[in-house]
């Protein structure tokens, strides 16, 4: 899954759960699940996002929703396997992201 999200510094729960196409209760559920997501809370309590944390969130939802993980099975193979996880993640949405821009470039020949 591509998201698509405006370049900042941090997101809010709910740019963040629309992005995921989610319920906002769902991104709370994981960030109590997963110790690697980390949001910044502010006074008032509200959840700021890092890009970190959508990287990390990203690489959950494909584990999870793309991938068929538990959420058990999802800890332990962030937990083992988290470098060579993340290298292929990126690596596969690098390649989505390219296949992407030679669709839209055929469509315009």
Avoid: C
Wanted: net charge positive.
């Amino acid at each position: 899954m591509h998201i698509s999200l405006p370049d900042k510094l941090y997101y809010s729960i709910g740019e963040v759960a629309e992005a995921f196409k989610v319920n906002t209760s769902l991104i709370r559920f994981w960030e109590k699940e997963f110790e690697v997501l980390k949001p910044k809370k502010n006074a008032k309590g509200n959840r700021k996002f890092s890009k970190e944390d959508v990287k990390n969130l990203q690489l959950i939802y494909h584990l999870v929703k793309e991938k068929g993980f538990t959420l058990e099975g999802a800890k332990i193979y962030l937990k083992e396997d988290k470098k060579k996880v993340l290298s292929t993640f990126e690596i596969i949405r690098k390649l989505e992201a390219v296949k992407a821009e030679l669709e839209k470039l055929k469509q315009q020949l």
